[in-house]
């Protein structure tokens, strides 16, 4: 992470207009400078930036640092770990669009935990075996009896981690616990929808006590997929790498052909059916757009 001093420093949270930005002199609230409107630049909330303090009027976001990644959904910047929430029931576990969330962690670079919350309704053991067979850090954790929770901790540790995942998993609750405190308001999940109410009404960055930031974000219903080729998209489902590579043709789909090595391996039961299918449906979706096509 970068060095935060009197001038420079991190945003914490963006809302109405104005900026939070933590520096080495406490939290101030700033304005963004006009001309990023001219030039229809955003701030977002990790964002490392250089700070000025006129003598009258609010301090100014004067300049945005480089950044190493950056999510439309949610909107954040410099993220170095994704913490990916899926609950083992209430809700029911919505797989394919869970893996859509886990190709964004995987666009980013970031390194993924898989958080299966909620073991105390029911084990989760099956959705963490999909997610370790597919080479995933799997967690398996209970907010409402405080399982896991030091070892999420820990994996926090020194990282800008963002919080993701349906409402109703659990995101607040486990960072309400590792924080010791209220920090994040929870909600009850609808038991005829089976899905949460949106207690995260928007993006927030908040210090951990040994080190580093946490991001809980409001929960998505629908995760639409970003602009890539169809032919990109099996090198963000990392169980393929070690068998793509022997597929009879070069520019296999991993959906359809023979001689396809993932299919093979699909067969054989070394890649799960459920992300298998996922893949598929992305792949046909991204098909039909022509225009993201290379």
Partial sequence: MREITDTSGIIEKGIGGFY??????????????????????TPLVGDFVTVRRPETGYALVEDILPRTNQFERPPVANVTQMAAVVA???????????????????R?????????????ISSGEELAKIYEKAGFDVLRLSAERGEGIDTLADRLRDNVTVFSGNSGVGKSSLLNLILGREAFETGAVSERAQRGRHTTRHCELVRLENGGFVIDTPGFGSFGLQPIAASELAALFREFDKYAGNCRFQDCS????????????????EISESRHKSYCNMYEELKKLKEWEL
């Fill in 88 to 106: 083992s029931a209430n809700p029911r576990p919505n797989l394919a669009v869970f893996d859509r969330l886990l190709t964004e962690g995987e």
């Fill in 20 to 41: 939070y930005v933590r520096t080495a002199d406490g939290l101030i609230e700033c304005r963004a400078k006009g001309l990023f409107r001219k030039m229809k630049i």
């Fill in 108 to 120: 980013a670079g970031v390194n993924i935990l898989v958080c299966v919350n909620k073991t105390d």
């Fill in 254 to 269: 991993h959906t359809v052909e023979k001689g396809c090595a993932v299919l093979e391996a699909l067969n054989k039961g």
